[in-house]
């Protein structure tokens, strides 16, 4: 897996995360404990630091980067970011999902327990409240979230978690 530094920044990467051989990680970049990362995953803290939480799942071919100061990425535990996502330099709250192939822009805060559908469009400096459902581009709240249904995603991103934590196991040499 390419693993960069950037300037004095080197990628670290925790213990227990998966990070898949064919991801890509450079520079200022932080990944959580049990966090997963697949193939074909971007992430550039090049001008900027991206913190990935734990349990927190970045999906096939998602890039995220952070290119200024001023909007580092910071995703939360237990977050799912859906295959081909692309954010720059956001917050994401705890228990989120990002669905496939949504983009999301500087300054862009989700909060906890969101879920953005796919294809959804987030523009720069917009808030999105804490658990609401959002859809469209530019993404619109549909509805508020049970708590039942960020329980369910918090089931989901456990579940992945324990898998990957098995593959990490597999691939160890023996």
Known sequence: MPILPFGDKNPKIDPQAF???QATLVGDVEIGPRANIWPGAVIRGDHASVRIGERTCVQDS???HAHSEENPAIIGNGVLVGTAAV???VYIGDSASIG???V???GATLGEGVMLAPGSI???NVV???RSLNS???AAQIRELSREEVEKHNDRTETIAQVFAKLKRWQQPT
């Open 136 to 138: 469209g581009a530019p």
């Open 19 to 21: 990070v898949s051989p």
């Open 122 to 124: 987030v523009p720069a």
């Open 62 to 64: 998602a890039v995220i």
């Open 100 to 102: 496939e192939g949504c």
């Open 87 to 89: 954010i720059h330099g």
């Open 128 to 130: 999105i409240p804490p």
């Open 104 to 106: 999301i822009f500087d």
